[in-house]
């Protein structure tokens, strides 16, 4: 079996596709796993003032069942299957043999969105909360791990799930944002695509189009983290989309609305959006394209539209 390396250099928390090699990383020339998402996003427990969980056995309740779902590709079009698994992670980011191991379940099905039920337990909420380095003082994540097998095609992935606690005041968990719309067009003049299920584009081969992925303004969410003298710290969600095509070229892999602080202001941020342009290939046929959303703390949306290139 090929096993393709994993991609815990490019992002341990989420796996947006990074690949080894010449190809841009938002070209999809084989099997790849674009994105993870918990349903929950985040797991909130309940807590004193300075975090410090009020429950006296048993310190962290095991949960309901979450839902996992995999934002799986592959141009091939063969059926995957999929193996995932709950643990705490070793020097090599990989699962430890030395921790708890919970299997929490496999199946197979078309490319496309996999979902599994994963049960978190009490074991592996505490060993996880050993393993880090404040021993949950600020919140902990349990680590959710697995791979898509095609063939002789294996891709590995590691997903981050966030346990924080709420300080002794209610606090609303994590959402995952939603991409509510694709729009088109010249910037400031775009226009809404289809929200109708099959929709395809129609475009011409060569031809250079310009998508903006709309975020709805309640999606970013305001939220507070402790500094280390545990005094809250309001913010609020700022967006990055990465972009996946299994044809033509995108302008950019990611767009961010997050300032880069070594060589941005708050001025640039005023031009900033989540645009890009999306340049079809010389060749006629389908083309798959994704556009998946991350807020920065774990939570995913995603959304695809169908291309079909032509004179």
């Known amino acids: 079996m090929k096993t393709y390396v994993p991609v815990f250099a490019c992002l341990v928390v989420l796996l947006l596709g990074c690949e080894s090699g010449f190809d841009s990383p938002s070209l999809v020339s084989d099997l790849r796993i674009l994105a993870l998402q918990t349903e929950p996003a985040e797991y909130v427990y309940p807590s004193d003032e300075n975090g410090i969980p009020k429950i006296e056995e048993g310190a962290i309740p095991a949960l309901p069942a979450t839902k996992l779902t995999l934002l799986v590709a592959n141009p091939g079009g063969d059926e995957v299957t999929f193996e995932v698994r709950g643990c705490t992670l070793d020097s090599n980011l990989a699962c430890d043999p030395a921790g708890p191991v919970v ?43 697995g791979e898509v097998v095609s063939g002789e095609e294996s891709v590995p992935f590691v997903k981050s799930f966030l346990f924080s606690p709420d300080y002794g005041k209610p606090r609303v968990p994590n959402r995952n944002p939603r991409i509510s719309e694709l729009k088109t067009g010249e910037k400031d003049k775009e226009v809404a695509l289809s929200n109708e299920p099959n929709t395809t584009l129609a475009v011409k081969r060569d031809e250079a189009t310009r998508f903006l992925p709309v975020i709805p303004e309640e999606d970013r969410e305001d939220y507070a983290i402790r500094n280390f003298e545990m005094e809250p710290v309001e913010m609020t969600e700022e967006m990055t989309v990465s972009f996946f095509g299994t044809c033509g070229t995108f302008g950019a892999d990611a767009k961010s609305e997050v300032l880069d602080v070594a060589f941005e202001t708050e001025e640039d941020k005023k031009d900033k959006d989540l645009g890009v342009e999306w340049t079809a290939p010389a060749e006629d046929g389908p083309c798959t394209l994704w556009f998946v959303a991350a807020d920065g703390r774990g939570g995913i949306g995603w959304r695809k539209l169908e291309v079909m290139v032509g004179p």
């Not at 299997?103 to 496309?112: Q, S």
């Not at 994963?118 to 600020?138: H, N, P, R, T």
């Open 103 to 145: 299997e929490f379940g496999k199946g197979k099905g078309e490319p496309g969105e996999l979902s599994v039920d994963i049960l978190v337990g009490q074991e592996l909420i505490e060993k996880s909360v050993e393993a880090d380095m404040a021993q949950g003082l600020f919140g902990f994540v349990v680590w959710i791990a």
